[in-house]
């Protein structure tokens, strides 16, 4: 990693979050110890007879009287750390948020080993995949270098620290062969103690379709899936049905607790967050997607579910490199059919706002504050709070 250390950083504009949160606090001493709200729960999952399976952890901050709660999903592989900290160690989107008023609610999926596993399961024959990503693909597909420890000169990521993010990858629960939906780059997949070749960058997921519930519980003690419809995604768009019952129930879940929110979806975590709006749109706000997998463009999916729910879509630097021309287009046609259609949609282009070098995950790079600023500043032109 000496090439990584030796190269040299983009200067920080980050001035929020390079405070610690306790001088963000002690703004004003005397409300300091009761205006942070620090907590870690869990929604969905059940009882096995064994142990919880199923279930994922919440971590929430906020600071003072919050406006409107945000609930923070990353994509695929990728846990809650992308949202509340930095591999340098600032502050994460979570405390920008927070000390902007809001009430953040950042996600570790049900399939993440961190949220909890089912351990019994691994003493079968069919026993789950994990996988978790690996250094040689997300450097130019993420947007960090055109390949690992050469960063772009102008990358916004600190690469410096790079061996961080690796850390923090936690391995990712599947049951079976990979379906290869995500697209950015392959994860090393490990199955009954021993290493497999690579795989492509997606778990095996239960696609729900045809408009029918589900019958009957889901492995592992899990609950019963809910309604969906429809066709399946593709690596570009398309409107997206295969989305993980379980996560999708998980989430609706979570913003029956936390009243009406603003959802913002990372990456895959796209066709979880679509799925919400499908099935419970009265408890979405507004969503905001990161370079999303599926933004939907069908015109009749977008007039029933969508139209009432704003729409934002941020996308950084090197996005034809990266292969995320498709989502990108996806993205655009969704803002496009939604504004023809009386809502309101938005992408909103780094690179035309002249941010240069800002990668796949933009929450954790240098000047990750000021793309929280330009969100927020969204947020409060065009949801009703």
């Not at 270098?145 to 690469?159: F, H, I, L, M, R």
């Not at 997606?202 to 066709?231: L, S």
């Not at 240098?366 to 500043?377: C, G, P, R, T, V």
Request: charged fraction near 20%.
């Amino acid at each position: 990693m000496s090439a990584v250390m030796m190269a040299s950083s983009v200067a920080c504009s980050d001035e929020v979050s390079q405070a610690p949160l306790t001088s963000i606090l002690n703004k004003d001493m005397e409300k300091a110890p009761t205006m942070l709200h620090n907590e870690t729960f869990f929604v969905g999952g059940a009882y096995n007879g064994t142990q919880y399976t199923g279930q994922s952890m919440i971590h929430r901050l906020s600071l003072g009287e919050p406006t409107t709660p945000i609930v923070m999903l990353p994509g695929l592989g990728l846990s809650a750390y992308i949202y509340t900290s930095t591999p340098d160690g600032r502050a994460g989107w979570t405390s920008d948020f927070a000390a902007g008023g809001y009430d953040t609610y950042a996600v570790d999926t049900h399939n993440l080993a961190v949220s909890g596993l089912d351990a019994a399961a691994f003493g079968t024959e069919n026993q789950p995949a994990l996988s978790v990503w690996g250094e040689s693909k997300i450097w130019k597909t993420w947007g960090f270098g055109s390949k690992p420890n050469e960063p772009y000169a102008d990358t916004q990521y600190p690469v410096e620290y790079i061996e961080q993010l690796y850390a923090s990858f936690s391995p990712q629960i599947s049951e079976g062969k990979s379906s290869g939906v995500e697209g950015t780059g392959t994860q090393s997949s490990v199955k009954g103690g021993g290493a497999s070749e690579q795989q492509p960058a997606n778990g095996k997921k239960e696609a729900v379709t045809g408009g029918q519930a589900a019958e009957g519980p889901a492995k592992g003690g899990q609950r019963p899936v809910g309604t969906a419809q429809g066709e399946t995604t593709e690596q570009g768009g398309q409107s997206s049905r295969n989305a993980d019952p379980v996560e999708v129930q998980n989430m609706i879940a979570l913003l029956e607790r936390t009243g009406p929110a603003v959802l913002m979806v990372h990456s895959m975590g796209g066709v979880t967050g679509f799925e919400v709006v499908r099935q419970r749109p009265e408890l979405v706000k507004a969503l905001i997607v990161i370079e999303p997998v599926g933004s939907p463009t069908d015109q009749a999916d977008l007039k029933q579910h969508f139209v009432d729910v704003p729409y934002l879509a941020v996308y950084g630097d090197y996005i034809e490199s990266r292969g995320q021309t498709g989502r990108y287009e996806s993205c655009m046609e969704t803002a496009k059919v939604l504004n023809e259609l009386g809502g309101y949609g938005e992408v909103m282009t780094l690179t035309e706002l002249g941010y240069k070098g800002n990668t796949h995950l933009m929450m954790q790079d240098m000047n990750k504050s000021d793309i929280a600023k330009l969100i927020m500043e969204w947020i409060q032109s065009h949801v009703k709070v």
